[in-house]
């Protein structure tokens, strides 16, 4: 299936959305090239960065073909501008605490905790004080891909012919 950047984005608005008074469209993907949707809003960036937890789990089924599971800690961006920005900043942060926001990552194979602590990045946005509030989350992703043994071209077929006392027991195969 490969790691879906969509759930993560899906589980991040949704969060967001439950715990701070902002609406959906207050809730921006940042690097967009489109307009700031006002004074108030959240920007965020799903995947700043990602890192490999451990090895990958290789598991090699009967048909030949490869089941990778994957897990991966994975750091999104939340940047808070306007108004109250660090005190909804803080309502989001302290909404990761919540039985119900886990709820919203765990379907979806993630899980969601503090990476940073909020920081206070107000500044001066056209002549006048814009208050900014940043602060970071990790997200662990467990998903599975699967590499065909077709796609690998290890064999066509295999076949067993010889003599000796294994020859009756290993009749003539061939695998497709």
């Not at 715990?19 to 307009?35: I, L």
């Not at 803080?90 to 899980?111: K, V």
């Not at 992703?141 to 012919?161: C, H, I």
Request: charged content about 20%.
């Amino acid at each position: 299936m490969g790691l879906s950047t969509s759930n993560i984005k899906t589980a991040l608005h949704t969060w967001l959305t439950t715990t701070t008074s902002y609406t959906g469209d207050k809730v921006v993907w940042a690097y967009q090239n489109a307009p700031e949707p006002g004074t108030d809003f959240i920007s965020v960036i799903p995947i700043l960065s990602m890192q490999r937890i451990g090895q990958d789990e290789r598991i090699y089924e009967n048909d030949a073909d490869i089941l990778t599971r994957h897990r991966r800690s994975i750091i999104a961006q939340i940047d808070v501008y306007g108004g109250d920005a660090f005190g909804v900043a803080a309502n989001a942060y302290d909404g990761l605490l919540l039985p119900n926001i886990h709820a919203i990552f765990l379907p979806l194979a993630l899980s969601a905790d503090y990476n940073s602590n909020i920081r206070n990045i107000s500044s001066l946005k056209d002549g006048r004080y814009e208050a900014r509030a940043s602060f970071d989350v990790r997200i662990s992703a467990v998903y599975d891909s699967t590499t065909l043994a077709d796609d690998l071209g290890w064999w066509d077929s295999v076949q067993y012919t010889g003599t000796g006392g294994m020859l009756g027991l290993i009749p003539e195969t061939t695998v497709n």
